[in-house]
């Protein structure tokens, strides 16, 4: 048994991973705000699951932009692994309010880098983002594209999470492993994500807004595949690798939302719109160095992952 450390264990993938992590007898201690960019009663929900499944779980409520808060929980923690999902997400979010992504996904990364450098944590697993590949890149995407032209702030500050976690191996002989995330959906997800939206809209009976009229592709990850991965990057030891997950295959928007209205057995009216700034036509990724140094194996198709992602919606909802 290890002693892990979940920052962002409330939100979408961490919550996954930590119950992945506590399923195999691990001990966890997750690390959250509860921050309301987006319903924070969801976040309670998995909170609940977790402590439920798993009354040894450990929940501390703060937030990582607190160094000496976040000195405390490491120097009380002891932890042998830290697997750093807290950021502050979503791409549109960010040209409105960039302060938040300069704190949270710049300086907490920050403090985290350096508690690590400090309370003589050795392994780093840190969430990267699709979106750092930006402007210029041919797909799919390889993890030695430049990456040097982001199209969004979030994206900068990914990119700037993958510089300096670079620069504390270099100096400090920290191993570190950034896992760059493509488009992940399935049960607990995020309802500002329009993987949720779609869903949200098709069951609402309401119409779906549809970007670059339709003419959008993503390469939708479900989030067990996901946590597959981020569960072996945890498992190896490299001084400093970047990785793609993915499922490896793009699919437009417009057939993902034909996915969801099979699941609910009709059609919703789609609003055609113009690409909004910062958003990506396609992403994807080529996953060839995640299988060869992970064992990283995408099981889940997307008609299964959609079929998944509505029968927990209707479920938790109650309503549809």
């Given amino acids: ?76 923690g002891k932890f ?29 990364t920050l403090n985290i880098l350096e508690q690590c450098r400090w309370q003589g944590v050795k392994d780093l697993v840190f969430a990267s983002s699709s979106s750092v590949y930006g402007d210029g890149n041919k797909v799919p995407y390889r993890e030695d594209d430049r990456a040097d032209k982001p199209i969004s702030i979030y994206a900068a500050t990914k990119k ?10 270099r100096l400090f002989g920290l191993n570190v492993t950034g896992l760059r995330f493509f488009t992940v959906y ?36 479900y989030v067990d595949d996901i ?15 970047i990785f793609n997950l993915a499922r490896g295959e793009s699919v437009n928007l417009l057939d993902y939302i034909k996915e969801v209205e099979k699941n609910f057995g009709r059609e919703t009216e789609k609003i055609m719109k113009p690409l909004p700034a910062g958003d990506m036509e396609v992403t994807s990724a080529d996953i060839s160095k995640a299988k060869e140094m992970l064992g990283y194996e995408p099981k889940v198709s997307v008609g299964e992952g959609v079929k998944r992602m509505v029968e927990w919606y209707r479920g938790y909802y109650k309503k549809y």
């Fill in 160 to 169: 700037a999470n993958e510089e300096m976690a670079y620069t504390y191996h």
């Fill in 80 to 108: 042998d692994k830290v697997c750093h999902l807290a950021a502050q997400a979503g791409v549109r979010h960010s040209l409105e309010e960039p302060r938040d992504y300069e704190r949270s996904n710049v300086l907490g």
């Fill in 186 to 221: 399935g049960p607990w997800g995020r309802p500002d994500m329009g993987v949720f939206q779609f869903v949200e809209k098709v069951a609402e009976k309401k119409p779906i807004e549809v970007y670059n009229f339709g003419k959008m592709a993503r390469d939708f990850t």
């Fill in 1 to 76: 048994m290890s002693k892990y450390l979940v920052t962002g264990g409330a939100g979408f993938i961490g919550f996954h991973t930590a119950r992945a992590l506590l399923a195999r007898g691990e001990e966890v201690t997750i690390v959250d705000n509860f921050n309301d960019y987006y319903d924070p009663s969801l976040k309670e929900a998995r909170i609940k699951v977790l402590e439920e499944e798993y009354p040894q779980v450990k929940v501390v409520r703060a937030d990582i932009t607190n160094e000496k808060k976040m000195e405390e929980v490491f120097r009380e």
């Fill in 227 to 241: 946590v597959s991965g981020v569960k072996a990057a945890l498992d190896k030891s490299f001084p400093y690798e």
